[in-house]
């Protein structure tokens, strides 16, 4: 198995970083836990689709959650899909 490509080589960039900034300071608490949000999930996985009104940055999309409901539970939904 191949290693995972960096968050910037799967397109998490600098604008990215701006955007997440954004959300998460809009939308401070986990949808799941209620605890502080750290990461936004994309609910329907992406799959690189970066164009311009594309899955990636539809921001209904996005699911301002902590790193343990992420990490834990989301990551364990996704890899049963």
């Not at 955007?19 to 605890?35: I, V, Y």
Request: charged fraction near 30%; hydrophobic fraction near 25%.
């Amino acid at each position: 198995m191949s290693p995972r490509p960096s968050a910037r080589e799967r397109g998490y960039d600098t604008k990215w970083d701006k955007e997440r900034a954004a959300h998460l300071k809009a939308h401070p608490t986990c949808t799941r836990c209620g605890a502080p949000a750290t990461v936004i999930n994309h609910r329907i996985p992406h799959k690189r689709d970066f164009s311009k009104g594309g899955l990636f940055w539809s921001r209904s999309n996005w699911e301002p959650v902590c790193a343990p409901c992420h990490n834990g539970p989301i990551q364990s939904e996704e890899r049963r899909k």
